[in-house]
């Protein structure tokens, strides 16, 4: 039988380069309230710790 993705996973998790990138939150809605310096951080988000890294690959 095929293994399946996890949809979940799928959805917050983008690989860049070889590395697994996360995405930080609160920057998809109700950004008018933030400041600029909260938007601007982490622009691309940010690489997945290396304890994590197998168990994610597992998932993807």
Do not use: W, Y
């Amino acid at each position: 039988m095929k293994h399946k993705t996890h949809s979940g996973t799928k959805k917050r998790v983008k690989i860049k380069k070889r590395k697994i990138m996360l995405q930080k939150s609160c920057k998809k809605h109700l950004l008018t309230n933030k400041s600029k310096r909260q938007k601007k951080s982490f622009p691309g988000g940010k690489e997945l710790d290396p304890a994590f890294v197998k168990k994610i690959r597992r998932l993807i």
